[in-house]
């Protein structure tokens, strides 16, 4: 028997001040597309915004559903947008705000397992790694450099 330990790397930033002007220019896209958000179930607003490898941006808010599991979440819809777009195109980023219209979001909102998955899909197809960037509606801004740092053990096509 053997004990093993994962550990992942991420990058904190204290505010949007620190990102570059084009990095702060997508989360200030994640941020305004956020508020277009179709969220009156939960009133968890999310927004995100991709940045594709020929500068194209895309953006998506999360989807809600009167049958709850039916609606979708900000990251994939602006990933599918991106995608249906530009079906040879590469992911460079993704950045993700979110609020609520219950409570003040102060820490940093780190996509679901399912957005995880779907960001995996892409990195594994493009063979090129997609920065991933959270937020809330205050506080840390989180960037991790690879799918492979928040999803770690990934299940991929390799195992198909
Ligand atoms: N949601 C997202 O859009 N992205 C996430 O990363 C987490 C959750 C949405 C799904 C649902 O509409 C609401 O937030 C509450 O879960």
Redesign the pocket.
């Known amino acids: 028997m053997h004990q093993h330990n994962i550990s992942t790397n991420f990058t904190v930033f204290e505010s949007s001040d620190e990102l570059s002007v084009i990095d702060k220019e997508l989360l200030e896209k994640a941020i305004a597309v956020r508020e277009t958000?179709y969220?009156p179930?939960?009133g968890?607003?999310?927004g995100?915004s991709v940045l594709m490898q020929n500068s194209d941006v895309f953006t998506g808010?999360?989807?809600?559903n009167a049958a709850y599991p039916s609606?979708?979440?900000?990251?994939?819809?602006a990933i599918w947008n991106a995608m249906s777009s530009l079906p040879d195109g590469k992911i460079k980023k993704i950045f993700?705000s979110?609020r609520s219209t219950k409570n003040l979001v102060d820490r940093p909102?780190?996509?679901?397992g399912s957005?995880r998955q779907a960001i995996a899909e892409y990195e594994t197809k493009q063979l090129e790694n997609i920065e991933i960037y959270?937020t809330g509606e205050i506080g840390n801004i989180i960037k991790a450099n690879s799918i492979k740092d928040l999803l770690p053990w990934m299940f991929d096509n390799s195992m198909l």
């Open positions: 958000a969220a179930y939960s968890f607003k999310v995100a808010t999360n989807q809600e609606g979708i979440c900000a990251e994939r819809v993700i979110a909102v780190a996509p679901c957005c959270f």
